[in-house]
């Protein structure tokens, strides 16, 4: 069975950081296209970054929002996604998912597929 | 950035009637290498992640019940629910995958009347 499990949320301070982390079962992790998408309380979907798999370069993608102070990494020996959170602000609060690129002839498309139950990040003093 | 705008923000149906979702982006999604559109249909229900239910705009995705549909091409796409089961109630999300940064629409809650 194809399985996502975000953890690391919880409360920080405004200015803070915090890391969270994905572990990735029931397919080949190294070979995923992996991003972060979070939800704040109530509202809608904001895509936060993707990062592509090791043998196509791991590269990484940010949003606006977020460049400069989220990274995006990977431990392929893991089967682990990370999302590095510095200089949290309270408008980043929200519920962290992270989602895979789905495989559409033999082509990764950004097409999230499979999404773990998030966790919850809540920036306030 | 390419804006997708979703309308209406809620609406309420019957049971075994007609819900249409409708989303539309500020560019073309349509893409000239394989003439498919970027678009993808969400559904969220309460407390939950959410599921992939259309792609390519129209595509099913596996599983996924016959009464969904997805419909429209370029700018303008529509999502059908054609007769509402009481499991659909749920908060629908259109996200285009045209160009980065991907983005979503600000979905859509559909209840029962």
């Known amino acids: 069975e194809v399985q996502l499990v975000e953890s690391g949320g919880g409360l920080v301070n405004p200015g803070g950081s915090l890391r969270l982390s994905c572990e990735a079962s029931g397919f080949t992790y190294s070979n995923a296209w992996m991003n972060w998408v979070r939800q704040a309380p109530g509202k809608g979907l904001e895509w936060v970054g993707r990062?592509?798999?090791?043998?196509?370069?791991?590269?990484?993608e940010y949003a606006e929002s977020v460049k400069g102070r989220f990274t995006i990494s990977r431990d392929d020996s893991k089967n682990t996604l990370f999302l590095q959170m510095n200089s949290l602000r309270a408008e980043d609060t929200a519920v962290y998912y992270c989602?895979?690129?789905?495989?559409?002839?033999?082509?990764?498309?950004?097409?999230?597929?499979?999404w773990g139950q998030g966790t919850l990040v809540t920036v306030s003093s | 950035d390419i804006v997708m705008t979703q309308s209406p923000d809620s609406l309420a149906v019957s049971l075994g009637e007609r819900a249409t979702i409708n989303c539309k982006s500020s560019?073309?999604?349509?893409?000239?290498?394989?003439?498919?559109?970027?678009l993808v249909w969400y559904q969220q229900k309460p407390g939950q992640p959410p599921k992939l239910l259309i792609y390519w705009a129209s595509t099913r995705e596996s599983g996924v019940p016959d009464r969904f549909s997805g419909s429209g091409s370029g700018t303008d796409f529509t999502l059908t629910i054609s007769s509402l089961q009481a499991e659909d109630v749920a908060v629908y999300y259109c996200?285009?995958?045209?160009?980065?940064?991907?983005?979503f629409g600000g979905g859509t809650k559909v209840e029962i009347k």
């Open positions: 990062i592509k798999s090791e043998t196509n370069g791991g590269t990484v």
């Open positions: 996200q285009q995958h045209y160009t980065f940064p991907l983005t």
């Open positions: 989602a895979r690129h789905g495989v559409f002839g033999n082509t990764l498309y950004g097409i999230f597929d499979c």
């Open positions: 560019q073309s999604v349509l893409h000239s290498s394989d003439n498919k559109n970027r």
